[in-house]
């Protein structure tokens, strides 16, 4: 049986230390799965593997262990199941996402939803450097944000409803970052320490704290790995409708703008970073109006 190079040049595809195998690595956006799904890859990895899958940090499963020859009908029964070969190279690879206000108490946003939108829209697509998306809906960023090329983060900045006030205290045992103070008898809330996460919202028994501004932060060129660095802010957004809009104009620019062989990380002052970000505040404040 003759090997297909071309569905073996799939991303998804990934050369094993021993180069007589190969691992498969499957799409699966924002981590989730049905049942049914589980089921049937689990039927594929015990027929075509050697009977094991591996989860991995990007959310996704992978069938290791496979031989190379049998990887087209491997990538037919996934297409079949609903579960298609994934990407690893120089392209937008799984998306992936926390629980979200489906299921995370401390979530923001609604974070499932928004990473299929976008896997919808981008996944796959070949890109000069990989690009890594991750969507998190607090600032307690299990999906470490701030270390991807894309970085999409929910959060809320606090209002304190003005002479309603009881100096309970509640807001300030749950706040982390000992942002708030009780100050004659209400509580006072530093700015410069808070991280707008929106637990005090939440932990006011009397519901006097309110979200004065529900917002997107979006984050670009973090990275994680030896050398790990902080994404650079970029913009803040208000609906997921902006927030698509703006992921396709930086997948758009680091398409055009980037070079190969280097992490987005390191070429983003080569790239005019801030030129392309007063751009994009330019263009949305224009699309708001």
């Not at 120089?90 to 979530?107: H, L, M, Q, S, Y």
Request: charged letters at 25%; a positive charge.
């Amino acid at each position: 049986m003759r090997t297909d190079f071309s569905v073996h040049m799939k991303g998804g595809i990934i050369t094993e230390r021993d180069a007589d195998f190969c691992t498969i690595r499957i799409r699966a956006p924002a981590g989730i799965l049905s049942v049914e799904k589980m089921r049937g890859i689990a039927a594929i990895a015990k027929k075509y593997g050697s009977g094991i899958v591996h989860c991995t940090t990007r959310q996704t499963i992978e069938i290791p262990h496979v031989d190379p020859k049998l990887i087209k009908k491997i990538a037919k029964s996934l297409e079949r199941n609903g579960t298609p070969i994934g990407s690893e190279r120089d392209e937008i690879v799984n998306i992936i996402a926390c629980p979200g206000t489906e299921r995370c108490k401390f979530a923001n946003i609604d974070t499932i939803n928004l990473a299929k939108k976008i896997d919808q829209k981008l996944f796959g697509k070949e890109m000069p450097v990989k690009i890594r998306i991750a969507v998190s809906g607090c600032p307690n960023s299990c999906t470490s944000p701030m270390l991807n090329e894309i970085g999409i983060m929910g959060r809320i900045r606090p209002l304190r409803t003005a002479g309603l006030c009881t100096g309970c205290g509640t807001c300030v045992e749950y706040c982390k970052e000992k942002a708030i103070i009780i100050k004659n008898g209400i509580s006072v809330l530093d700015p410069a320490k808070c991280v707008q996460c929106g637990v005090c919202i939440r932990s006011c028994p009397f519901e006097l704290l309110k979200a004065e501004h529900s917002h997107y932060l979006i984050l670009i060129g973090g990275r994680r790995g030896r050398h790990p660095r902080i994404g650079r802010e970029l913009l803040t957004l208000e609906n997921d409708d902006h927030v698509i809009y703006v992921i396709e104009k930086i997948v758009n620019w680091v398409y055009r703008r980037a070079w190969s062989g280097r992490l987005l990380s390191e070429q983003l002052d080569d790239l005019q970073f801030e030129k392309f970000r007063q751009e994009i505040l330019h263009e949305i404040s224009e699309k708001l109006k």
